[in-house]
């Protein structure tokens, strides 16, 4: 672990406030994340979980990815996933191609448009045991969210439970 | 080159009749696909170009992920393709997700369903140099189509010449 990110998981567990269910700092300004997560090198060459969007207010494009443990367990249907696994949701603006409609010859097509940001669900059963095992981290132009946005992230998995606090399944292979 | 592909495309060679733009034997139910190509090991775990949503009859959700060398290209800006790059196009029914709809408390979340069918695209500038340098192979099942299907491939995508006849562009990393 380089010695940036453990000086300030230090501060983290130390100024970590009870009743809060993740690890965090004082803002959401620090260069580095406040879980202690950085940005796995190489995350977008990872191997395809699923794709998936959400419309409403998100309006994005999601692609989700998974490191080699990740995808293991994925297709060996097992539950809880190993320490070691890492899952990343990709988000794009969710934009309407005019390129492919006029090659279609209608409105239909939808494609990435902007990135928005990158998730990652980091699983330790025992760093991340009051998450229920799974550190959570979240970037935008490179630069980690803060407490307010992280907060909120294993509370709204815990409708997952049974499979993990994991919401996405994996594509079936065509 | 598998000894069953060669004679295949020897085949196809043979019964290719003038006028159409992609080498075709007769019917769309043999074993192996028309083109030659048969579906390359380990796709399913390329890395991602983008993903789409066609709407309106299609009604799918897609991946397009590529091989290495597809990707080298992708990421260089460069066309057209080197020979041996492979773009494969992934589809799923477009399917609402009742259990993310249930976590977010509304109607918003759509993911990839059970499989469509999967499409591929081989650069090979002498082999395919009647259909802009590309082979064509859709595979449903793990069986190929034919005739009929394969056809459209290559004047469907004339529009996006520009860009070597690929639609589909690389996502930016967020």
Known sequence: MRPMVFALMALAIVV????LTFPVSGGA???A???????PSGYRDWKLVSV?????????FRA????DAAIEAYRQGKVPFPDGAIIVRLAWKY????ENNKAFGREQSFVAGAPINVQF????????????????A????????GKAELKTCSPCHEPAKGNDFVFTHYAPTP
Chains 1, 2 share one sequence.
């Not at 699983?123 to 229920?132: E, G, L, Q, V």
């Open 121 to 136: 669900m980091v699983k330790d059963s025992k760093k991340y045991a009051s998450t229920n095992g799974w550190g959570f």
């Open 29 to 31: 300004d620090e260069a």
């Open 52 to 60: 998936a969007h959400e419309a409403g207010t998100l309006n994005d």
């Open 138 to 145: 979240q970037f935008k132009d490179g630069k980690p969210d």
């Open 64 to 67: 989700v990815l998974g490191n």
């Open 33 to 39: 994340p406040i879980s202690g997560i950085e940005i």
């Open 95 to 98: 934009t309407a191609s005019e």
């Open 16 to 19: 970590c406030v009870p009743g």
